[in-house]
């Protein structure tokens, strides 16, 4: 069983930051690739960012690539998402997941298996 919990969301303004955690349970936290994904109200869940498990390859989504970055420390059983120069479009709750192993797709959610509650960010205008 994993255990996914995020941490770090607040209410920000237009091109302010903040830093996302998820912190996970268990012992092999450094052999899961991870994503991160959001739900706007009244919108479906979507893909923000990807890591690999060493993390070596990080894939983003359109919308967030060169404001976001995600990262891992493995030795804290973490993982991180950076936001910055964020937008009211931004607004979410934000998802941490842990991808099914032996899959090797990363935009869908239906490829991961476990998640956490979720954190909200709120971005004002």
Not at 6 to 14: H, K, M, N, P, T
Not at 35 to 52: D, L
Not at 99 to 117: T, V
């Amino acid at each position: 069983q994993v255990q996914l919990v995020e941490s770090g969301g607040g209410l920000v303004q237009a091109g302010g930051s903040l830093r996302l955690s998820c912190a996970a349970s268990g012992r092999t936290f450094s052999f899961y690739d991870m994503g991160w994904f959001r739900q706007a109200p009244g919108k479906e869940r979507e893909f923000v960012a990807f890591i690999t498990w060493s993390g070596s390859s990080t894939f983003y989504a359109d919308s967030v690539k060169g404001r976001f970055t995600i990262s891992r420390a493995n030795a804290n059983n973490t993982m991180y998402l950076q936001m910055n120069s964020l937008k009211p479009e931004d607004t979410a709750v934000y998802y941490c997941a842990k991808r099914k192993a032996g899959s090797n797709r990363w935009m869908s959610s239906s490829e991961y298996s476990y998640w956490g509650q979720g954190t909200q960010v709120t971005v004002s205008s």
